[in-house]
């Protein structure tokens, strides 16, 4: 059976923002095993606090393995699959406004910089990302205050991936009124066929 987990941001929840709860839905009604999980402490994500609950989460991936994250949850999941055996491969990954730079508007609390500090300057293998799927679809918006735009072009030039800009979704959360995401779906559909 294709399972598919939904990898949540920083301060996030499985409950917090819509759309996973929209995506688990749609996706369970197409036959799909769902998980969305609590990643631990996500006001003060931390790798190696992350990394592990992943790992647990997802112990023998394989290419019935799917991904579809948020913000911080891409670059979680990218270091997990980083950190995966050679030879093991996996269905693909969508990512939802994922990141490796921030924009200064993104820091909404004062030690907001030092907990992204780790996640901002730990490199990622994207050679070895890479070797465990060539199926990546990156996502973003065009008036994200979390995320540079510009960042599409790492995630398409390091990852192949295939890039979507969406027209005014802000970082597709709750507070932004973003309650379902059809281009994530259409895209999780298309990469399990």
Known sequence: MKKVFIVHGWASSS?????YGWLKAELEA???????????NSEEPKIDEWMPFIKNLVPNPDEQTFFITHSL???ATL?????????????GVVMI?????????????????????PWLETPIDWEKVKSHTDKFVAIFSDN????????????????GAEIIVEDNKGHFTDEDNITEIPSALNALLEMAK
């Open 97 to 117: 406004a994922p990141w490796v730079h921030l924009l200064d508007t993104s820091y909404e609390e004062e030690n907001d910089k030092e907990i992204a500090k």
């Open 15 to 19: 409950e917090k923002d819509p759309i």
């Open 30 to 40: 197409k036959g799909f095993e769902v998980s969305v999980p609590d990643l631990p």
């Open 73 to 75: 949850g891409g670059q």
């Open 144 to 159: 994200d205050f979390c995320v540079p735009l510009s960042d599409k072009d790492i995630f398409k030039g390091l990852l």
């Open 79 to 91: 270091r997990y699959l980083e950190s995966l055996p050679e030879n093991t491969k996996i269905g």
